[in-house]
C-alpha cells in the first residue's frame, strides 16, 4: 500500500509555545488528508479534513485558531497545535487518500506531550 | 448518521486459539466496513475491507470477516492466534456514498495473546 508519513513522531514542548506536526504522502497524491486525535485507551477522533489548496473543514467542537491546518500542496499538510496546554497532549494521527471513495492510508501517529 | 459498537473493549486468547473479535454498526446508507490493527504508539494498518462485494471478506495475515446485513455485524475473525497479534483493533463504518469520506470508528478492542 502507499506510504504516509509523520513528523516528528514525538515531541515534547513546553505549555505556550507552538508545535508543527507535518504528514506526507511519499508515493501518491494526496487530494484529501485526515486529522485525528486519540487520547489514551480510546478510539481516534476526526478533527478536520482538509483538501489540497482549501481551507480544512473543522469538527464540531474543534477550535480552527488552535489546530491550524495547512495543505499547501499534494503530498503535505501540516497540523500546528498553537498555545499549547497539556491538556494537547494526545496522539495525533493523520491519514491521506488520493481521491473520492479509495483507501485512506495512515501515517504512524505522532506522540504530543505539553509540559 | 453511522456509528460502529465494539463489544468487546479487551479480548484475551491463548496462541494457536481462535479470535473473535465482535462488531457491530449502524448506517443510513449502505455501508463501506473496515478492520485496522494497530500497535502500540504505531498509525493503523488496514487488515480488510468490506465494500458491497463478496460478504466474506479475507485480509492480511490471516484474518478474515463476514459482513451480515441481517445481524448488521463484521466481526473479525482468525483460526489461529499468533503472539504478534496482541494489538488494538478498529472497526470503521464509512456511508457508501459518493463523496462522503467520513469514517466512524469504534471504540477499539485490545487483543491479548496468552503464552
Known amino acids: 500500500g502507499a506510504v504516509v508519513s509523520q513528523h516528528p513522531s514525538r515531541v515534547i514542548c513546553k505549555s505556550g509555545t507552538s508545535v508543527k506536526i507535518e504528514c506526507r504522502s511519499l508515493?501518491?497524491?494526496?487530494?484529501?488528508m485526515f486529522w485525528y486525535r486519540q487520547f489514551p485507551k480510546q478510539s481516534l477522533m476526526l478533527m478536520a479534513t482538509?483538501?489540497?489548496?482549501?481551507?480544512?473543514?473543522?469538527e464540531q467542537g474543534v477550535e480552527k485558531d488552535k489546530f491550524l491546518i495547512n495543505h499547501a500542496s499534494l503530498t503535505l499538510s501540516t497540523l500546528t497545535v498553537t498555545s499549547a496546554h497539556p491538556e494537547d497532549s494526545s496522539f495525533y494521527i493523520c491519514?491521506?487518500?488520493?481521491?473520492?471513495?479509495?483507501?485512506?492510508?495512515f501515517g504512524q501517529g505522532t506522540r504530543l506531550t505539553v509540559v | 448518521a453511522q456509528s460502529v459498537t465494539q463489544l468487546d473493549s479487551h479480548v484475551s486468547v491463548s496462541e494457536g486459539t481462535p479470535v473473535l473479535l465482535r462488531c457491530n454498526y449502524s448506517?443510513?446508507?449502505?455501508?463501506?466496513l473496515f478492520w485496522y490493527v494497530q500497535h502500540p504508539n504505531k498509525g493503523l494498518q488496514l487488515l480488510l475491507k468490506?465494500?458491497?462485494?463478496?460478504?466474506l471478506v479475507k485480509g492480511i495475515n490471516g484474518f478474515e470477516a463476514e459482513f451480515k446485513k441481517s445481524e448488521t455485524s463484521f466481526h473479525l475473525t482468525k483460526p489461529s492466534a499468533h503472539m504478534s497479534d496482541a494489538a488494538e483493533y478498529f472497526c470503521?463504518?464509512?456511508?457508501?456514498?459518493?463523496?462522503?469520506?467520513?469514517?466512524?470508528f469504534g471504540t477499539g478492542t485490545r487483543l491479548t495473546i496468552i503464552p
Open positions: 491519514s491521506a487518500k488520493l481521491r473520492l471513495n479509495t483507501e485512506a492510508f
Open positions: 508515493d501518491f497524491q494526496a487530494t484529501t
Open positions: 482538509s483538501n489540497e489548496g482549501s481551507k480544512a473543514t473543522y
Open positions: 448506517s443510513s446508507y449502505s455501508p463501506s
Open positions: 468490506y465494500t458491497s462485494a463478496a460478504t
Open positions: 470503521v463504518v464509512r456511508p457508501l456514498l459518493f463523496g462522503n469520506e467520513k469514517l466512524t
